[in-house]
């Protein structure tokens, strides 16, 4: 049976490797050159805070 502190030092390993790999194809990412959006929600991005709202009446998915 292997150690727990020894699983734990694995996973925190495995975790820092993630996160740096994460942060590095963040840095080497393109910006995405999307068109203006014409007729769009105003405020907040809908599918970021979880609901859509039209005319007062928001509706959660």
Do not use: C, H, V
Request: charged content about 40%; aromatic content about 4%.
């Amino acid at each position: 049976m292997s150690d727990p502190t020894d699983k734990q030092a694995r996973i925190a390993e495995a975790a820092k490797r993630a996160l740096a790999e994460a942060q590095e194809r963040k840095a080497n990412a393109k910006p995405l050159d999307l068109p203006k959006e014409l007729g769009g929600r105003d405020g907040p991005e809908p599918i970021r805070y979880g609901d859509w709202e039209k005319k007062g009446i928001a509706t959660d998915f």
